[in-house]
């Protein structure tokens, strides 16, 4: 069965740090562009990062560009995403998702997903 498991949200203070987990089962990431994704709301789920299954090129929102770090370890089927100097606008609904084809900030072009893990950012 073919499943994408994320963990490692939480609650946390401005400034703090998280890191996001993707763990994938039932099929091999490596052959995949992984997605990480958010969607606080009353919004539209937006692209946070991703990343590359070839070269491992990786590319983010301008939001959180030089805060965020995605990551991924082929051997533990597992991405991951460093998020350090959150903001209270950082807080969402976090998912990771597979693209076929290539790293883009496209939801439209995932195809499996996660369930996501809850980031509350907040004093």
């Known amino acids: 069965q073919v499943q994408l498991v994320e963990s490692g949200g939480g609650l946390v203070q401005p400034g703090g740090s998280l890191r996001l987990s993707c763990a994938a089962s039932g099929f091999t990431l490596d052959y995949y562009a992984i997605g990480w994704f958010r969607q606080a709301p009353g919004k539209e789920r937006e692209g946070v990062s991703c990343i590359s299954s070839s070269d491992g090129s990786t590319y983010y929102a301008d939001s959180v560009k030089g805060r965020f770090t995605i990551s991924r370890d082929n051997a533990k089927n597992t991405v991951y995403l460093q998020m350090n100097s959150l903001k209270p606008e950082d807080s969402a609904v976090y998912y990771c998702?597979?693209?076929?084809?290539?790293?883009?900030?496209?939801?439209?072009?995932?195809?499996?997903w996660g369930q996501g893990t809850q980031v509350t950012v907040s004093s």
């Open positions: 998702a597979t693209a076929p084809h290539r790293a883009t900030m496209n939801p439209y072009e995932y195809d499996y």
